[in-house]
């Protein structure tokens, strides 16, 4: 997804939806992590997002900095417990959303923007690893698109209310 598109997406989500689009885009956490997902694996004070290794998908854990504008999408939303997401179907939520924006929705899309541009961002694929839950043979085979570091600096700009 473009930065446009992402803005697009965020303005016009449900409410409901909003927290699992920005965990997506802006922390790549998988559709089914973060169906898993609890608020008490989100610290905004330590600035982390926990995926247990039950929750995984390589059932190995790991810690997710939040980036300045996950931590903004999130704010308004955050609990100290419960699921973060309210829906059976996630995919579902998430393409009907796509669709009240009028962007065509891509498959995984969250996911490979957040490496591609979390990779432009820091211009280190092995850092962008463990974050990823992936090793960066992966990563480099099979997640990264060629965004530039302007590009990767919009991404993680966006902001709720355009602030």
Known sequence: FSPNEIVTLLSSAKRELVPALALGAFAGIR?????????????????????????????????????????????????????????????NQFL????????????NGLRHSFISYRVAHTANVAAVAPEAGNSPQVISRNYLKCVTADEAQRWFGVMPNGG
């Not at 992590?33 to 330590?46: F, G, P, Q, S």
């Not at 999130?74 to 419960?82: A, D």
């Open 96 to 107: 009907k959303a796509a669709g009240r924006a009028k962007v065509k929705w891509k498959r």
């Open 31 to 91: 559709p089914e992590e973060i169906k898993r997902l609890d608020w008490a694996d989100v610290n905004l004070n330590e600035g982390h997002i926990e995926i247990r290794a039950a929750n995984a998908k390589t059932r190995v854990r790991r810690l997710i900095p939040v980036q300045p504008n996950l931590r903004s999408w999130l704010l308004p939303y955050v609990q100290t417990s419960g699921p973060v997401q309210p829906f059976v179907n996630l995919g």
